[in-house]
């Protein structure tokens, strides 16, 4: 049995464009390198990259060093459960997807805050286009 996520059920894939997840594997898989806890996959919005930026997360830089490509609004990506529970006390929380959150967050978040956010994001976003 894989990780789970949230709601108790198999932890979904985050995103693979930009590869996303602590170990770059798509996922918001966890472990013990993990300091930060990487666990909350969530759609970036202008106000959270912004919030982030505000609190010295600069999520929209690229780093390659890091494999990190900078991001957009739109863009789903495992973000620590600390900076977005911060987010969400100040109202900039971005949308969470659920079922690719991993079930160690809510060592951090109640469920009840992260259905306060969730969204049901589908793994191909260029069905939602017109």
Do not use: K
């Not at 930026?53 to 900078?70: A, E, H, K, S, V």
């Not at 949308?95 to 060592?107: F, G, K, W």
């Amino acid at each position: 049995m894989g990780d789970r996520n949230v709601l108790g059920d198999e932890l979904e894939p985050c995103g693979t464009d930009p590869l996303t997840g602590f170990y770059r594997d798509g996922c918001c898989n966890t472990g013990p390198e993990d300091q930060g806890s990487h666990t909350i996959c969530a759609v970036m919005t202008s106000e959270f990259l912004e919030h982030q930026r505000r609190i010295g997360n600069d999520l929209t830089t690229p780093m390659p060093q890091y494999r990190f490509p900078g991001l957009v609004p739109g863009d789903r990506w495992c973000v620590t459960a600390v900076n977005w529970l911060r987010a969400h006390h100040d109202g900039a929380a971005a949308p969470v997807v659920l079922a690719s959150t991993h079930e160690r967050t809510l060592q951090i978040v109640p469920l009840a805050v992260l259905r306060q956010h969730s969204v049901d994001v589908p793994a191909d976003a260029s069905a939602l286009e017109d």
